[in-house]
């Protein structure tokens, strides 16, 4: 019976990584939410929950592009990201020399992505809570081609205007929080620090 | 004591008669009578598509009977609304429950997905199957709901994923991950051996036919050409273990190194762990055998000549503990 296989032998567990990511999430949506309250000053609870969706896609698009990549890696590497889950290090192959090259890479590739996914992922909400940018309402005809044409280009300038600060709110937020994170991931791996 | 009967007697009933046509005992009583129905047409051999039809009405009202009944009493242990997880849960094992063999992988993986469109699905459509359009509040919620089960999600598939890895490399498991930040191991559990230990057993046997039970001086011969004869028993183990581990196989290295001892050898066997490990240097498993020449007297014929019953044979004994050390044993001889 394999239920009683998996309760009787659930094996090696993520409980760690659940705990820590847990942990890790709490303090970035804290942080995103403060830069968000203060760049686009919107109200408490609103920006917790902005930064709180946001974190949580950004997050969960990442284990699921985890998962997809790490099925389709070459044996070596895949066995290199299972000494790191298993045993915290790298271990002697043939990537052990270009590793640190790899890991940077990744973290600034993996900033970036999840900064436009954190962008996107705004734009997303505030649409599906129908609180858009540029108000795409079905307008009047207009038969002056030159009012349309100055409305549009003032919509574009409006839109720019509109979209560049949370663009940059957003990158702000991002840094904040991946420095949090990048600091308290060097502070779990000194050794001994929470008995690990 | 009759006050006491009486009085869970009524509770009991209240509790099972519904208050109004309209409620979770409603449902909860339909799916056992369909349940009965679908066990019945069963037994007056249905076509298959009844017995169906009626199980899954059976599952569905289940599933929408437990959660409501959970929500109208109001459980919430630690303020947590669990009818929603349940009744997904009830779906889950609906769904994949039938499917035999690794059924809980998939059910577990969507789990918190179904859970999640258990929320959703009242909220965006209305009674008469139309879209509609929730509040922005609710929409928040479903959002964040929705990124929520999607972690979770990827959680349970990330623990099936470390399940596969220990799958394709069996030695992992019995290695210690006390230092790992992402995985824990519920003490008490039975470790299982490292495949290294199967690796000297055989490659122990195959010596044996090499070595074991020949005249003296062929074994001698045999030494000689040592680094031959360790490709050619690296060889024969690989195409017997490849089968039963083909990912791990690759990751041990089989090696032994003759020493002298007396009249005969000390044969160490080491099977060399080159994967991850959690001691930095990895490590390999060691298994000492004696190589010894025993006079086999009573095997002669009587009128030998004198020369004949001084005929040497070799036996083969090896330990059957094969302890674990750290780092590699050639570069622990080097140094020590």
């Given at each position: 019976m394999p239920l009683n296989d998996v309760l009787s032998e659930p094996g090696i567990m993520p409980l760690r990584a659940v705990a820590f990511q847990s942990l890790l999430l709490m303090v970035a949506i804290v942080l995103e939410a403060m830069v968000l309250r203060q760049r686009l000053r919107l109200g408490y609870r609103i920006s917790m929950q902005y930064a709180a969706t946001v974190n949580l896609l950004a997050t969960s698009l990442g284990w699921v592009a985890f998962l997809a990549i790490e099925a389709v890696l070459p044996p070596d590497l895949r066995n290199q990201i299972i000494s790191y889950v298993l045993f915290n290090r790298f271990y002697e192959n043939s990537w052990r020399d270009v590793l640190p090259v790899v890991v940077v890479v990744t973290a600034i590739a993996a900033f970036f992505i999840t900064y436009w996914i954190k962008l996107q992922g705004l734009i997303w909400l505030l649409q599906l809570l129908g609180q858009k940018p540029i108000d795409t309402t079905p307008e009047a005809i207009e038969d002056n081609r030159r009012q349309r044409y100055d409305r549009a280009r003032r919509a574009q300038i409006e839109g720019q205007r509109g979209h560049s600060p949370r663009a940059l709110a957003v990158l702000q937020a991002n840094a904040i929080s991946f420095t949090a994170i990048l600091l308290l991931l060097l502070l779990v791996n000194q050794p001994g620090v929470m008995g690990w | 004591m009759v006050g006491f009967l009486r009085q869970t007697l009524e509770d009991l009933g209240k509790l099972l008669k519904p208050p109004r046509y309209f409620a979770w005992q409603t449902v909860i009583y339909i799916s056992l009578f369909s349940w009965l129905m679908s066990l019945l047409a069963r037994a007056v051999s249905a076509t298959e598509f009844t017995v169906g039809l009626l199980a899954t009405l059976s599952w569905i009202c289940l599933a929408l009977g437990v959660g409501w009944a959970l929500e109208a009493n109001k459980v919430r242990p630690f303020g947590i609304p669990i009818a929603p997880w349940v009744s997904g849960g009830i779906v889950c094992i609906f769904l994949f429950g039938s499917w035999g063999g690794r059924w809980l992988q998939p059910a577990l993986v969507v789990w918190p997905l179904v859970s999640f469109a258990v929320v959703a699905v009242p909220s965006l459509v209305s009674w008469d199957f139309s879209l509609k359009k929730p509040q922005p509040f609710v929409r928040q919620q479903l959002a964040l709901l929705f990124c929520l089960s999607l972690l979770f999600s990827s959680w349970f598939q990330?623990?099936?994923?470390?399940?596969?890895?220990?799958?394709?490399?069996?030695?992992?498991?019995?290695?210690?991950?006390?230092?790992?930040?992402?995985?824990?191991?519920?003490?008490?559990?039975?470790?299982?051996?490292?495949?290294?230990?199967?690796?000297?057993?055989?490659?122990?046997?195959?010596?044996?036919?090499?070595?074991?039970?020949?005249p003296w001086p062929s074994v001698e011969r045999w030494l000689l050409n040592l680094e031959g004869q360790r490709q050619l028993l690296r060889q024969q183990l690989h195409s017997q273990m490849s089968e039963t581990s083909p990912l791990e196989d690759p990751l041990w290295q089989l090696d032994f190194q003759p020493s002298t001892n007396g009249d005969g050898y000390t044969l160490k066997l080491w099977a060399v762990w080159s994967g991850p490990a959690a001691s930095p240097n990895g490590y390999y498993l060691e298994k000492t055998c004696q190589l010894m020449p025993i006079s086999r007297a009573g095997l002669a014929p009587e009128n030998a000549s004198p020369g004949y019953s001084t005929t040497q044979w070799s036996n083969l004994t090896c330990d059957l503990e094969t302890p674990r050390q750290a780092g590699h044993p050639r570069e622990t001889q080097a140094s020590g």
């Open positions: - | 990330f623990y099936f994923r470390i399940q596969a890895w220990v799958h394709d490399y069996p030695s992992l498991a019995a290695d210690s991950v006390e230092h790992s930040a992402f995985v824990y191991r519920i003490p008490g559990q039975t470790t299982a051996l490292s495949a290294g230990v199967t690796h000297l057993t055989v490659a122990e046997d195959l010596l044996r036919e090499e070595v074991d039970n020949k």
